[in-house]
């Protein structure tokens, strides 16, 4: 099995493997999370989640709207953006129906394994400095961030006309200094499918807060009601007893196993270091635990990075694999600063979103006798 995880939290991976297709236009692409080594997720090994097809846009004519409830609505071309003082930060975006296929029965959707999540640095102006220049007025209550991409999206119901790529963001969130509006990505400029020339980066937020090719920030004073805020992207939530939609927001506490992969085979007797990574939304993972007996008893794993929001941490456990051949189920479940703890099941009222119950990772131990060395 693959045990070189590396411990050098800034270089890149030597992988030379690729996404995995799960949609080839728009593109759907998944990172080979067994492959994952570095802190930071290469930009050619991060996954791809978009809903149409790339905009094509000339950085030459780009122009951000900022507009609505606010006192001076004005545009921003892209040197102006360049040129404002800007900030670096690591964050994790997970696209909410990350490990979907761990979903018994089957559900409709993208059948992303463990590799819908990765950690990138970004660099860009904060929201917050872009907001006080158009200065918000007081009733001021969501900030909607809308790209540049079209189209008609297939899940019903099924809007009457095109639309574009539209989200928005409480406003508590949007004025944190962390919500970036980003025009880079690990220190080079964002590549077309990640959203060139400028995104919108939210850490903390499932990734469909993010929004790419960001053209229009727009401040509003009712609840926003767009398809990717009330239709995709929304959960049953309850209100006074009573069911109602809700706008996925915050991630929620997670851990996966990169290695062993699912089905790899591994010689008895001998050590086998686990490796995988976690995160957390709005606070800090502290702990993970390892189980290799299907969830009946858990030792605790070590970490490979040290805390810092938003970002992801790294971990490994050493497995002494037993002597005993057979099927063996692995399972890791963090904790959070908070208190928070990964939950057994998957709750039904997500959908086919927020997977986040510790996913079984089955490996097959053989005979000692049997292995190649
Ligand atoms: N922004 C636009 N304009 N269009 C999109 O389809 N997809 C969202 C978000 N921003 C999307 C978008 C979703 S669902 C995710 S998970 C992230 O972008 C993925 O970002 P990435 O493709 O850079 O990994």
């Not at 950690?119 to 006080?132: C, H, Q, R, S």
């Amino acid at each position: 099995m693959l045990s070189h995880f590396k411990n050098d939290a800034h270089k890149a991976w030597q992988s030379s493997s690729g996404l995995i297709i799960r949609q080839n236009e728009p593109k759907n692409l998944e990172t080979p999370f067994s492959d994952v080594d570095s802190f930071l997720t290469p930009t050619e090994l991060f996954y791809i989640r978009s809903h149409f097809p790339v905009p094509t846009i000339d950085p030459g004519t780009y122009q951000l709207h900022i507009h609505g409830a606010v006192r001076n609505p004005f545009y921003m071309n892209y040197q102006e953006l360049r040129d404002m003082p800007s900030e670096t930060r690591v964050a994790v975006l997970e696209c909410a129906g990350n490990s979907r296929v761990f979903l018994v029965p089957q559900v409709d959707g993208a059948q992303w394994e463990l590799g819908a999540v990765g950690n990138a640095e970004w660099t860009g102006v904060p929201l917050a400095a872009l907001l006080e220049r158009a200065g918000i007025e007081g009733d001021g209550f969501e900030i909607v961030l809308e790209g540049a991409d079209r189209g008609t999206p297939k899940e019903p119901p099924v809007p009457p006309v095109a639309i574009s790529y539209a989200r928005s963001l409480p406003r508590n969130k949007a004025i944190q200094q962390e919500v970036l509006i980003a025009y880079q990505m690990n220190g080079r400029d964002l590549s077309p499918d990640h959203g060139y020339p400028v995104r919108a980066i939210v850490p903390g937020h499932y990734g469909m807060a993010s929004v790419k090719w960001l053209t229009q920030i727009q401040v509003v004073r009712e609840p926003f009601q767009g398809y990717w805020q009330t239709s995709d992207y929304a959960y049953w939530d309850y209100l006074d007893g009573r069911p109602v939609r809700s706008a996925l927001g915050e991630i929620k506490l997670k851990s996966e196993i990169a290695r062993p992969r699912v089905y790899e085979t591994l010689a008895g007797n001998q050590v086998c270091t686990v490796f995988g990574s976690a995160w957390a939304g709005e606070t800090e993972v502290t702990e993970i635990a390892v189980s290799t007996d299907g969830g009946r008893s858990w030792g605790e794993a070590e970490f490979l990075d040290p805390v810092q929001r938003h970002a992801w941490r790294r971990w490994k456990f050493d497995w002494l694999t037993p002597k005993q051949p057979g099927k063996y189920t692995l399972l890791a479940r963090a904790k959070d600063a908070k208190g928070g703890v990964q939950p057994d099941h998957h709750d039904q009222n997500y959908g086919s979103y927020v997977i986040t119950h510790p996913l079984p990772i089955e490996v097959f131990v053989e005979n000692p006798a049997f292995a190649v060395t």
